[in-house]
């Protein structure tokens, strides 16, 4: 081998491998810091009551509200966005619409995934004020539905582009229509792909704050309607993070190890869904 190439080859070899190392210690780090400093503040009663009186200066209660409100919020979300990305990533195909509808398409799914989330909080306050609904459990759902939609569909688009167009034309040579050729070709081969969208979206839409600041509001209290304000993990965050009482400090990394464990056991699941739908697809 040349010895140029040979060096080039060890340089990015060692490049890739920091790249990975760099990603590996990133999570590491997030995991030790965040437990370290959250872990002696965990409790069952934080889990499972809801705040107290004088719980934001340090007194007795819990953040069941914020995590059962986070639950609400974003499996509302999640099954409105997956609803509205699947068929909208299934009609990209090229057998539905033309390559400049589809271009156009994915170009403003980009956009609307590069806004910034408290955009969509500001969108979604002015369309609430003007209908006259308040801040709620349905107002943070709708929120995170937008959010989350250009997200999903993106994903979903790439894996449903993935399926090799042989097993289409095989279909199609055995008298299937395109719906069938869709749902039964399609759909089960990108199944793994469509599975990561969903998690990629859940992921993001139960850690953000800002596009629920001014839609679902914040409550001690768990909702028992739509129309009801909701508390969530991020806020709850936030919230007791910037109190000056180190109780209550704490009590803001033991929400963050909360809603941390939540995100790593969906993505485990996923992962396993992922892989045992992965049996099936043809490489």
Request: charged share 15%; with cysteine.
């Amino acid at each position: 081998m040349n010895p140029k190439r040979n060096r080039e080859e060890k340089l990015f070899r060692i490049l890739m491998v920091a790249a990975l190392v760099l990603v590996f210690a990133s999570l590491a780090g997030i995991i030790l810091v965040v437990a370290m400093k959250g872990l002696a503040s965990l409790n069952l009663s934080m889990i499972i009551e809801t705040p107290k009186g004088g719980y934001y200066l340090g007194k007795e209660g819990g953040i069941a509200n914020a995590i059962v409100g986070s639950l609400y919020l974003v499996t509302g979300a999640t099954i409105l966005a997956f609803l509205i990305s699947l068929p909208v990533a299934l009609a990209l195909q090229k057998e539905y619409i033309g390559r400049r509808a589809a271009a156009i398409t994915r170009l403003v799914l980009d956009i609307l995934w590069g806004t910034p989330s408290i955009v969509y909080g500001a969108f979604g306050f002015v369309i609430m004020v003007y209908l006259g609904i308040r801040a709620s459990l349905l107002g943070g759902i709708i929120v995170l539905t937008l959010l989350m939609i250009p997200i999903m569909a993106r994903a979903m688009d790439e894996a449903v582009r993935l399926v090799p167009f042989e097993l289409k034309e095989m279909a199609y040579a055995m008298g299937a229509t395109r719906v069938e050729t869709t749902l039964a070709v399609v759909f089960r081969q990108a199944l793994p792909g469509i599975c990561t969208g969903v998690i990629l979206a859940f992921g993001r839409g139960i850690g953000d704050a800002a596009s629920i600041l001014f839609t679902a509001g914040y409550t001690d209290e768990i909702p028992t309607s739509l129309m009801d304000p909701v508390a969530s993990l991020p806020l709850a965050v936030f919230f007791q993070a910037g109190t000056p009482v180190p109780e209550v400090q704490a009590r803001a990394f033991a929400a963050a190890l909360i809603l941390l464990a939540i995100v790593i056991i969906v993505n485990l699941i996923a992962r396993l869904l992922g892989w045992r739908f992965s049996k099936h697809i043809v490489r």
